[in-house]
């Protein structure tokens, strides 16, 4: 993350999003952005029957959102993108182009989400402005219709509206304290922050908020009320921890989250929870519980004279997404930041590159939300946008994928379908090109499979025992893999058996996930692991299941027989309790062999067991 301060300007994390889903009913009695909130019947009324509308409303984040969010452009240095300073971009002016953009272009393939993003509140000198009961209000320069105005604008084009906030109570808000808070007798701004007046966010930009204190929920209420009556869809909370490169009491923030989850459903509107950014995976089970979608990592974009570049910071996310997949599914997904590949020149990226990301971001059922400036898409951007079998792919019932094989240069990705298919991505992440197959054996299955070419809408035929293309660098495909074959059988060998060889530090562990409950683990510094008498019928390369457990990415060098040794790159099974597995190859003869781990000079992921097909 960069080290500048929100208060000061927007951190490059800023983009961050948390939005949180509970479905309603009718919008709760708020006024306007230029009117005070006023405690009404209405008021009372419509939090009666939220209960009731919940039950009957469709459910938020029943797949993963689509829809375009400023901060790109806001964040780029391309020429004229922020012609009156740094973040100028973010007008009522250019929020109205891009919505009218995304009605004509994009609506119709399901992008239908309108986010704007940090600063609404600030001026360009970043000098913020707050109603008398210290919540953000709309600067009238950037806004001069209002909040709610520009809501309606986009409700008439039937897309959605979101809006942006950052956790705690800004500084600029306490006014020492004397702000009174609305529809809150007797509390003020002093009544809901700690009285050392500690910091939190991402940024420090804010204090941190007391829940012991009765007032404090009723500030996050009153904010909830005051974006619901606007008429937001769609709440971005930023800055949110542990995560936003900070950790500790201080920057723990999942009671702010819970209390806006809170507040969202007693205002009378449906409103989804998205959180922002580089969540902490300890606390995945509090981002499911009271949100919609949680961003996995740091911003995409760059900073830079384009909008994103691929090592600052599209490549992270192979890396870093295998570890969250599990917790991605209906009402919370998994959200990979903002998908910039409408224009090649604006994107900073290539042809090779762009496709890539997108696949990705298809597979792991990321939120499709482009920061693209949608009046400028180029042909091939707006191909990779609306391809409809990928969309499918990110919106339909497949589940997410995760790597199939080790997060090598040369990655297999893949999930299988409910139909029995699978989906399957091949990525070449090197700088040169590079052949990538996809084995049937690993997923499986043996023999023959049909084919689709997803992004070229094409089918290959019926292919025999994997699936190969030359990729360039950057490069990807992605296919729909329909099994013609047979299930393959394996034979299976415990880590903790005591027919294995252990030397150096590796020993034998309980672990509740793994089978046997039993792994190896303390695999460092010269630990290694053999497994002796591993037996194949004929000669050939097989396809090796690994199950291990990995908190974080680690390598391993793995061999048969003694041989050269091969080190892969295991990804994270997301924590020390989780097992996953990968495949790898290893050229067998007949007869009885040795496979074996090796952690060398460095730290190896626990290993679970093998399983060794029974034909190559």
Known sequence: MRSSSYSAMPARTLRAAVVLALAAGAV?????????PTASPATTATTATVAKAATTAPALAAKPYMGWSSWSMQS??????????????????????????????????????????????????????????ARQKADPKRFPDGMKAVADRIHSKGLKAGIYLPAGLEKEAYNDGRSPIWNADGCTTADIVYGDLRTTNGWDSSYKLDFSRPCTQKYIDSQAQLIAGWGYDFLKLDGVGPGSGKSGDQYDNVADVAAWNKAIA?????????????????????????????????????????????????????????????????????????LDVGSGEMDGLTKAERQSYATLWAIAKSPLFTGDDLTRLDSYGLSLLT????????????????????????????????????????????????AVSASWASLGFTGKAAVRDLWNHESLGTLTDKVTEALPAHGSRLFTVTPRGQALSFTGYEAESPANTLA?????????????????????????????????????????????????????AVSADGGGAVTHKFPSTGDWGTAETVTVPLTLKAGSHTITFDSGNGYAPDIDRIDVPKSS
Do not use: M
């Not at 995304?102 to 609404?120: F, H, P, Q, R, S």
């Not at 996310?317 to 997949?325: H, I, V």
């Not at 497949?398 to 990705?413: C, E, F, G, N």
């Open 28 to 36: 709760a009695a708020v006024p306007t952005a230029h009117a005070e």
């Open 76 to 133: 780029s240095k391309y020429p004229g993108l922020n012609p009156d300073g740094d973040y100028s971009y973010l007008t009522e002016a250019n929020v109205t182009e891009q919505t009218d953009a995304l009605a004509a272009k994009l609506k119709k393939y399901g992008y239908e989400y309108v986010n704007i993003d940090a600063g609404w509140w600030r001026d360009n000198a970043w000098k913020p402005e707050y109603d008398q009961y």
């Open 266 to 338: 007693a205002s009378g509107r449906a409103i989804h929870l998205e959180l922002s950014w580089s969540l902490d995976i300890g606390h995945a089970a509090d981002w499911k519980k009271y949100s919609n979608g949680w961003r996995i990592d740091t911003d995409v974009e760059c900073y830079c004279n384009t909008l994103v570049s691929w090592e600052n910071s599209v490549d992270d996310r192979w890396d870093d997404a295998p570890g969250w997949t599990r917790h991605a599914g209906p009402g919370g997904w998994n959200d990979l930041d903002s």
């Open 387 to 434: 391809n409809k079998e990928v969309i499918a792919v990110n919106q339909g019932d497949t589940p997410p994928a995760r790597p199939l094989t080790p997060s090598d240069p040369q990655q297999v990705w893949a999930a299988k379908n409910p139909d029995g298919s699978y989906t399957v991505a091949l990525f070449n992440l090197a700088d040169k090109p590079s």
């Open 504 to 556: 150096g530090n590796a020993s034998v562990a309980d672990c509740s996930a793994c089978s046997g409950a039993k792994k190896v683990g303390n695999l460092y510094l010269g630990g290694k692991l053999t497994f002796n008498d591993i037996t194949v019928p004929k000669a050939g390369t097989y396809q090796v299941r690994i199950a291990y457990v990995s908190g974080d990415a680690r390598s391993v």
